[in-house]
């Protein structure tokens, strides 16, 4: 089976330009997280999904973040615009709805904003 | 509140040695979950296992071992006769009534030939 898939691997960009983070959740799991990762603060929950609804956002960092989850099997996390501070590892992961379950993570998408 | 305290953040070994990774969380719950995560170099984070509050049961993989101590709510984690592949970064995480994991700051474990 197919795990996590997120893209773009990696991204460049300058101050101000947006950005776009995609991940596809394994199918058939119901609840779907962003993680961001940075040197300071470590894994930092961003959001969540539980079937395509966000149950917690108390972790976005400020309205230039957002998210969606328009289907079952695509999520997006949005920064507009972007800041040198935003420059992390993005992770996306999913999971099934039957407790406990660990999360599955994607490879991550490695941010890097000029 | 929860809160997981990895204090350990870099130990270095020599290969063939024992290490512990050590773990503390804080939670209000009486039911909770506790997890271990490697993230090796190339970055991905990897599930090592999974516990419950329930079951304070030692558990051993290979050379991974587990011990779960609810009195002092600890849950650390040795790898025995460690080689240089265990290289990485070790998270432990907690999970509560929330469906979310809140994650250590992680040990950065260095085995060396």
């Known amino acids: 089976d197919a795990g996590v898939i997120q893209s773009p691997r990696h991204e460049v960009t300058e101050m101000g330009q947006e950005v776009t983070l995609r991940c596809k959740p394994i199918?058939?799991?119901?609840?779907l997280f962003w993680y961001r990762q940075t040197m300071m603060r470590g894994l930092e929950l961003l959001i969540y999904?539980?079937?395509?609804?966000?149950?917690?956002d108390s972790g976005m960092p400020e309205d230039r973040f957002s998210a969606k989850m328009p289907n079952a099997s695509f999520s997006t996390l949005k920064i507009q615009p972007s800041e040198p501070r935003d420059s992390a590892v993005y992770f996306c992961?999913?999971?099934?709805?039957?407790?406990?379950?660990?999360?599955?993570f994607g490879e991550g998408s490695r941010l890097t904003v000029l | 509140a929860q809160k997981v305290t990895q204090a350990q953040t870099e130990i270095s070994v020599v290969e063939k040695e024992d290490v512990t990774l050590d773990c503390v969380y804080e939670?209000?719950?009486?039911?909770?979950?506790l997890f271990w995560y490697k993230q090796p170099p190339s970055g991905e984070l990897v599930f090592l296992i999974r516990?419950?509050?329930?079951?304070?049961q030692n558990e051993i993989s290979g050379r991974y071992s587990w011990n779960f101590q609810k009195s002092t709510s600890s849950f650390n984690f040795t790898i025995t006769a460690s080689q240089v592949v265990d290289s990485a970064v070790y998270f432990c995480?907690?999970?509560?009534?929330?469906?979310?994991?809140?994650f250590g700051k992680g040990t950065s474990l260095l085995v060396t030939p």
């Open positions: 992961a999913s999971r099934p709805g039957l407790a406990p379950g660990e999360l599955f």
């Open positions: 199918s058939g799991h119901d609840y």
């Open positions: 999904f539980n079937n395509n609804v966000p149950i917690d």
């Open positions: 939670t209000r719950d009486t039911t909770y979950y």
């Open positions: 516990r419950n509050s329930f079951d304070e």
């Open positions: 995480a907690l999970r509560n009534s929330g469906y979310a994991l809140n």
